[in-house]
């Protein structure tokens, strides 16, 4: 078993540091060449740290020879991968690299055949106090002549690279701790001059671990080699643990050394010490960790899930803005956070939320076509470094201005599907720390299911505007209605006219609430019905581009329509005003009916759209056929817009006491608590915005009092998320008709001729 002392602990502290590093840089990218000959780097490192590791407290001659060897072919290996690494970082592929490449890796062969078959380049060993250490050969000059051309080389190449391109802020700060990191390694050639006899502990482990310090700082702080290390509460509690570990390795060592009889009583002071110290490092340790590495440890999956489940709750904007602020300032620390919502016309963006922004009393800001292009539209963030070195242009340096001006850092999009609503508006990090890969891809996220959010709540926010505004009218018929009756009361002798003007009043009112929903419904009826007509070509052959813009125009304007419907059946539900004419239907020929509109967009979707009427000839019972038409349309249509592929199917089935309709699908499927809550109003499956981000959640509220209206019942059934959905409608055969058709029955028995 090998001794571990204070001698030999800095090698295997850095040759493990080494092999972690590189395996994490590896693990992030298996396809990059910059990560993988940055993984040759550690492993060459951690070869040379290791078998110095094991060489020192060794004393067998030909295990000291094997390790040295074994040592030094991982030092014969360093220069040749950090020459690799400089090259597929700055990305150098011309010939004349080609043919240096070529010949540094034919001199390291070179010089490991001389280091494994001869004694020209290692000759034997010293014997220090502290341990064994590798004798130069006669060739090992040779080997510190390569090692110092390749070392100017790649200097030449940093230089080169810095003065020759317009470099993005990131890549600059890459490229300096970069070579800070390298300069500290090359210090360790230091111990070199113990080959030559000279006597002194070959602290070269010193600078490798400051390297490693540094490119672990620049992978975290500036996104070097693409990726972000997971200094996590894992890493806290590692370096937590390491500096116990290696404090009580020190004890142990003084203590072997100066008060060798009191082994027992140490051991258990250090245990007691490691015990009350851990805690206290770990809570530093985080704070650093905070300060220094990351704006605050979060967890993006937690944050994601946590922010949009709270989210799709609340339907006021300001409530919304609200909670993202909190969220970004949580989890990132920013000074400044606004909210910037689209026009109509695209054209312009107005300030929804602000914090922190001076904007010197501006409302408004143009909308930067070449940017929203380059990124809003492919859901990407505006980082203000990055598109200020890259797309600085005479068509963006305003809106650059602008920002640098404001103080904005990121402009993160608001998009559902392909259309943009908005922007997040977030400033600098407080500590200064650059937006990394996850921060973005966490901001992007969580901007996508915002802008569903903030589009419903918007809508909402119109409804009740509108509802607020008839409730006034209401109001204000109600009242001349009442200044009417006082009227009558004090004109007995005008009581007849009186009475009929009242009637007409009465009459007004209700015309009032009529023409309150045909005022919402006529005009999207004649928008319909225009963009038909001219989807058909009755006013002349259009081009694609337009009939698809039309097309979009059509179903928006469908949605408008059948919303006006949902909201104006709940008016009149909850005012009692919601009327049925029971009737005698034929309830297989109306399903068979109301199939055929949906041909159409099931076949669009290669969906199979089936449909199984009862086994025997079903006879006509009593039903509203207007009511009942909406509630199978409903369930249709959610359906076939719920299900990416395989098939829908409807049925129908007649039992001697009610019918019973059934519509399945082989969709997204619902979890256990999601099946009686999904007849509630604005209420949706949890997977449904993926699918459908335009639904309100209204359709089965008003299905659902509609069927109950019959004296029936309906209910959803799933085997599960991805296992589809199966909506059952039981309506009872034994409903009496409406007192209108039984008295309209009457009068044709009375007059048969008639």
Not at 638 to 649: D, M, R
Request: hydrophobic share 45%.
């Amino acid at each position: 078993m090998i001794a571990i002392n204070i001698y030999n602990f800095f090698p295997l502290l850095s040759s493990i540091l080494f092999l972690i590093l590189g395996v994490l840089v590896l693990i992030k990218d298996r396809k990059s060449k910059t990560n993988i000959a940055f993984l040759f780097v550690c492993i060459s490192t951690f070869i040379w740290q290791f078998s110095w590791f094991l060489l020192f407290p060794t004393r067998d001659a030909a295990s000291a020879s094997l390790l040295i060897k074994i040592g030094w072919v991982g030092i014969i290996l360093i220069p040749v991968s950090f020459y690799n690494f400089a090259t597929f970082f700055l990305g150098i592929r011309n010939s004349l690299n080609r043919i240096f490449l070529i010949i540094v890796h034919m001199t390291a062969v070179a010089f490991l055949y001389f280091l494994l078959f001869s004694n020209f380049f290692i000759d034997g060993y010293h014997n220090f106090f502290w341990g064994l250490y590798p004798k130069a050969g006669m060739l090992h000059p040779f080997f510190l002549l390569f090692l110092l051309i390749i070392i100017v080389r790649i200097f030449y190449l940093f230089f080169l690279y810095y003065s020759s391109q317009s470099l993005a802020k990131l890549k600059v700060y890459q490229l300096k701790f970069l070579l800070i990191a390298v300069t500290f390694y090359i210090l360790s050639s230091v111990d070199f001059l113990i080959n030559y006899g000279i006597e002194i502990y070959p602290f070269g482990f010193i600078f490798i671990l400051i390297f490693l310090a540094i490119i672990s700082y620049a992978i975290v702080r500036h996104r070097l080699l693409d990726i972000k290390l997971v200094l996590r509460r894992s890493s806290v509690a590692g370096a937590s643990l390491g500096v116990v570990i290696g404090s009580a390795v020190g004890i142990k060592f003084l203590s072997r050394e100066y008060f060798p009889d009191y082994g027992l009583t140490i051991n258990f002071l250090v245990l007691a010490g490691a015990i009350f110290a851990y805690p206290r490092l770990s809570e530093f340790f985080y704070k650093v960790a905070n300060k220094y590495f990351f704006t605050s440890l979060y967890d993006s999956r937690k944050v994601i899930l946590d922010t949009t489940n709270r989210i799709r709750t609340i339907l006021e904007e300001n409530k919304i803005y609200k909670l993202l602020d909190d969220t970004f300032r949580r989890i990132f620390g920013v000074e400044k956070f606004g909210v910037l919502d689209l026009d109509d016309d695209g054209k312009n963006y107005t300030i929804s939320y602000n914090r922190g922004f001076k904007l010197e009393g501006k409302e408004k800001f143009p909308a930067n076509p070449t940017l929203h292009k380059a990124f809003i539209e492919k859901n990407k963030s505006i980082i203000l470094e990055e598109v200020k070195d890259l797309y600085y242009s005479k068509d963006t340096k305003e809106t650059i201005k602008m920002m640098e001006k404001a103080g904005v850092e990121v402009l993160a999009p608001l998009n559902i599907k392909k259309r943009t609503i908005g922007l997040l508006v977030l400033g600098p990090k407080e500590t200064g720390e650059m937006f990394n890969k996850e921060d973005l891809q966490l901001m992007e996220i969580i901007g996508g299911q915002s802008a569903i959010s903030i589009e419903n709540a918007q809508l909402y926010s119109e409804v009740v505007n509108f509802n607020e505004k008839l409730k006034r009218e209401v109001k204000k018929a109600t009242a001349d209605l009442e200044e009417t009756n006082r009227k009558i009361r004090r004109a007995n002798s005008k009581l007849s006219g009186a009475y009929k003007k009242l009637r007409q009043l009465d009459e007004a009112k209700n015309e009032f609430i009529s023409i309150a929903s045909h005022q919402l419904r006529t005009p999207l009826t004649s928008i319909k019905g225009f963009i038909s007509m001219i989807m058909e070509g009755d006013y002349g052959k259009l081009s694609a581009s337009i009939n698809r813009v039309l097309k979009k125009i059509y179903i928006s304007n469908e949605r408008l329509i059948k919303l006006v419907n949902d909201l104006l059946s709940i008016s009149r539900i909850e005012a009692g005003r919601f009327t049925f004419n029971f009737r005698k239907n034929n309830l297989p020929q109306m399903v068979s009916k109301i199939m055929d509109t949906f041909e159409l967009e099931a076949k669009e979707k290669n969906l199979r759209l089936t449909y199984h009427p009862p086994e025997k000839e079903m006879e006509d019972f009593i039903f509203d056929k207007e009511k009942l038409q909406e509630v199978i349309s409903n369930l249709i249509d959610n359906a076939v817009k719920y299900t990416q592929e395989g098939k829908v199917e409807v049925s129908v089935k007649d039992n001697p006491e009610k019918a019973r309709i059934t519509v399945s699908d082989s969709g997204r499927g619902m979890a256990g608590n999601e099946l009686e809550a999904v007849f509630e109003k604005f209420r949706r499956g949890s997977k449904s915005t993926s699918v459908d981000t335009e639904g309100t959640g209204l359709g089965l509220y008003v299905c659902q009092k509609i069927v109950t209206a019959h004296q029936g019942k309906i209910w959803a059934e799933s085997d599960g998320p991805g296992k589809g959905s199966r909506f059952i409608v039981e309506i009872p055969k034994d409903l009496k008709p409406s007192e209108g058709e039984t008295k309209k029955k009457a009068k044709e028995k009375e007059n048969p001729k008639s």
